[in-house]
Antibody, heavy 120, light 109 residues
Framework: QVQLQESGPGLVKPSETLSLTCTVS??????????WSWIRQPAGKGLEWIGR???????NYNPSLANRVTISDDTSKNQFSLKLSSVTAADTAVYYC????????????WGQGSLVTVSS | EFVLAQSPGTLSLSPGERATLSCRAS???????LAWYQQRPGQAPRLLIY???SRATGIPDRFSGSGSGTDFTLTISRLEPEDFAVYYC??????????FGPGTKVDIK
């Protein structure tokens, strides 16, 4: 069974960089046909796709966040990571990592989510 | 830019009733790229429907999806207690590459 687990600081100061890591088990992030994504959800609100990384390391970002986001991977650890710079209170949210199936075109596995609060 | 609208915002129904949820795209889209997810409180979203009408593995047959072009529908034929949740449609393609609708909350009347 594929499992994803987010990890990282739960509190980040304004103007600093938010960093999260997603550790994948039960599947290799190097497997073809899949992309590895980050999605966030402010409390009581909807889902916002942040971006994704392919097995070849190419990335796609939501244009609304593209100037602040970097997604990278570490295949030796079977992990991928999110960095979001210059954060403000508006970036406070639950951050999910998820696997995107590019053949059937859907998110099939999700992490449990990691709450990140931006506050001084 | 693709925009997804979902209606109603909240649907208040009783167990056993039928739920009909709507997702409308700002432009015509391929049904291949339309999916539905369920999110229960405190949980990650769960895939229900992909390709507009195909049920994901393990999803009960009371859930069905339909539609084409700009109008898509998720139907829950008879609501079970565990079905009271928020439902999101999601579209792949264009800009941004992945878009979620604002969600429809199905709550107990």
């Amino acid at each position: 069974q594929v499992q994803l687990q987010e990890s990282g600081p739960g509190l980040v100061k304004p103007s600093e960089t938010l960093s999260l890591t997603c550790t994948v088990s039960g599947a290799s992030i190097s497997s073809s046909s899949y992309y590895w994504s980050w999605i966030r959800q402010p409390a009581g609100k909807g889902l916002e796709w942040i971006g994704r990384i392919s097995t070849s390391g190419s990335t796609n970002y939501n244009p609304s966040l593209a100037n602040r986001v970097t997604i990278s991977d570490d295949t030796s650890k079977n992990q991928f990571s999110l960095k979001l710079s210059s954060v403000t209170a508006a970036d406070t949210a639950v951050y999910y990592c998820a696997r995107w199936d590019s053949v059937y075109v859907y998110f099939d596995f999700w992490g449990q989510g990691s709450l990140v609060t931006v506050s001084s | 830019e693709f925009v997804l609208a979902q209606s109603p915002g909240t649907l208040s129904l009783s167990p056993g009733e039928r739920a009909t949820l709507s997702c409308r795209a700002s432009q015509s889209v391929s049904s291949t790229y339309l999916a539905w997810y369920q999110q229960r409180p405190g949980q990650a979203p769960r895939l229900l429907i992909y390709g507009a009408s195909s049920r994901a593995t393990g999803i009960p047959d009371r859930f069905s999806g339909s539609g084409s072009g700009t109008d898509f529908t998720l139907t829950i034929s008879r609501l079970e207690p565990e079905d009271f949740a928020v439902y999101y449609c999601q579209l792949y393609g264009s800009s941004p590459l992945l878009t979620f609708g604002p969600g429809t909350k199905v709550d107990i009347k």
